[in-house]
């Protein structure tokens, strides 16, 4: 229990050390959040409108490439099934790229003060998250547009929101931790990135898998997020129980194995740096 007594007239409070420790690892979160959110676009002419142009380009892209090629979209409007989906995914690739190179780019605060490393790719998959509701914005004005009927599953919402950020950071520690000893890793995240977009239902419908192979695919963890956020967004149900539980399973088992190697790793990075 912490201890409470009077101090120059003022109340304070004797907390533990374990609550100490907490507070400044909040408040160096916090520090870095603001700090990488300011400077992604200091210098820029467009500035916050990044934020929005990125899902935009991809959607416009995809929607030329529907032109040539008859990609069904479940009777939904293609412009806004493609955005819904993309904004999650752009989310997600976003995270993880910032996370990559987190550790490298805070090198001189790592070997000067002892502080656990994973605040810092926590602070990158944050941070992206002000761009994930800068695009949020835009969808909430094509439902609108669109005239899309939204109940009472759009609770489901935040839970997609918190799966889809531990997703993001259980990629990126591992991407950090390794990257930070072998550059390779966050030059090959692109392509990572790139390559897992075709292996998850963003261009296409889940619907358009074959059956015999859904059960597999559907271990991408960010199948259950994609097809979790049009059912509650464009379909008014909630997330599919299978992909989702899948997505949930497949998450917890990249974090016990990303976290453990970070933690590893973390102990050599002031070594290497």
Request: with cysteine; aromatic share 14%.
């Amino acid at each position: 229990m912490p201890k409470v007594g009077l101090l120059n007239r003022g109340v304070y409070v004797n907390v533990s050390p374990k609550s100490r420790r907490w507070a400044r690892f909040a408040t160096l979160l916090y520090a870095l959040v603001v700090r990488d959110i300011t400077s992604r676009y200091r210098r820029s002419a467009l500035g916050i409108w990044w934020a929005f142009l990125q899902p935009l380009i991809l959607m416009l892209l995809f929607n030329m490439l529907r032109g040539f090629v008859n990609i069904p979209s479940d009777g939904i409007p293609y412009i806004l099934f493609s955005f819904a989906g993309l904004v999650p995914w752009t989310f997600f690739t976003n995270a993880v790229a910032a996370c990559g190179p987190s550790i490298t780019t805070n090198a001189e605060v790592i070997k000067k003060i002892a502080l656990p490393r994973e605040v810092f790719p926590l602070a990158s998959v944050a941070a992206t998250l002000f761009d994930f509701f800068m695009s949020g914005i835009i969808l909430a004005g094509m439902l609108i547009w669109f005239k899309i009927p939204v109940g009472i599953h759009l609770l489901w919402l935040p839970a997609l929101i918190v799966l889809m950020t531990i997703i993001s950071f259980s990629v990126g520690i591992l991407l950090a931790g390794l990257g930070t000893f072998r550059k390779d890793f966050i030059f090959a995240t692109p392509f990572l990135t790139q390559a897992w977009l075709f292996a998850t239902p963003v261009i296409y419908p889940l619907s358009t898998v074959p059956e015999q192979w859904r059960s597999i695919y559907m271990l991408n963890p960010m199948v259950g997020v994609i097809e979790g956020f049009r059912n509650v967004l464009l379909k008014s149900a909630a997330p599919p129980s299978e992909a989702f539980l899948l997505s949930v399973l497949m998450t917890l088992v990249i974090l016990a194995i990303a976290w453990p190697v970070f933690r590893k790793l973390s102990g050599y990075f002031a070594d290497v740096l």
